[in-house]
């Protein structure tokens, strides 16, 4: 059984019983998950968490699940990698990347999709859905597949192909809608009142978006229980970076870890701003963005938490900042050079903002500092396609050839 007591509106206060609803009646504020913190206290150790499995249901405690079955695809306990080399490039003497780009579908959203299908399942639908910019079709698709689940994902049809072709694979249902991600979300809601779909990020939205927070307990307890001083999260809807923060700041309320709230950075792409214009203008609404840039799983332009996103960075110290689309490729490449982690659009997006910040002087360059890489790079290779040049052409298996193939290689080194 679960620590959850109940659902509380996170704008009026009012509180429900669990259900699959995201929205509250009474305001239309988002619903939160509200959880039995003094029970949480007396069962919880740090012992207790490090005899669970290595995937993020060692956490299973600070979820709101409350059936037998989770649906879990091997998703989480991710690495989190000292970036000595990327650090120096950025003069960030203590970096880390957590690396969520090899999850099992290759991004983080496993995370929020294992909590949502299995909460799915726990409600007994027979059918799970989702509007998608990409890594939740194939993340939903995947779970489905697993759970035995009917599947229909909704997706705008500009996506790269390695998130169509990651998604079919798995044989759901796939809707393709001529418009932007927004318009794919709206049409979706309201298949979701009339067809008693358990849509993901929609009428689930209040559980999945938990699953968000075990990327802050692993941090911390990859960090030897201890809390870094700052990260960079990307920005799409505003959720996991707001998420990231409510798991470190119930880790600090738990007793599990000692100190102060991280400061918290946010990273967008120029293209599709909408949080980090507002947050730079110091207005707290946001004013909807039509989108327009390479990283399309961040290309959300009427951000559904971006406001709770705001208030986080305000309340925690921080910074919100966005990067152009030549940024972004420099991002992605220059994680790749320096660290081996080849990441997609929205992890160049998070890499260019940080070296952003820290160009800027915003970042502590003495503090523990964590990079969220939240995608895998093989999924948009047409991204860097344009900017790594020709493969060199092939030489025939001659020793001459290759010796060759060396002295030209010196003149014009790559
Ligand atoms: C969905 C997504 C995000 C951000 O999600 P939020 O909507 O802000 O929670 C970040 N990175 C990748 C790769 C994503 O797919
Ligand atoms: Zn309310």
Redesign the pocket.
Known sequence: MSYVRGLRCRECGATYPVSPVSICPECFGPLEVDYNYDAMRQAISRFSIESGPATMWRYRSFLPIDGDRVIDLGTGFTPLIKADRLGKELGLKRLYVKNDAVNPTY???DRVVSVAVSKALEFGFDTVACAS????ANSVAAHAARAGLKCYIFIPSDLELGKVLGTMIYEPNVITVRGSYDEVNRLSSEVADRYGWAFVNINLRTFYSEG?KTLAYETAEQLGWTLPGQYVS????????TKIAKGFGELLRLGLVQGREPKVFGAQATGCAPVARAFKSGADVITPVKPNTIAK??A?GSPADGEYAIATVKRAGGYIDDVSDEEIVQGMRLLARTEGVFT?T?GGVTVATLAKLAREGRLDPEEVTVVYI??NGLKTMEAVEGSLGQAPGAIAPKFEEFEGRIRALAVAPA
């Open positions: 991004s983080f959203k910019t990409g890594n939740l968000s990307p920005i799409a809807g505003g959720s996991v970076l799983s961040l959300i997609e929205a939240t995608g």
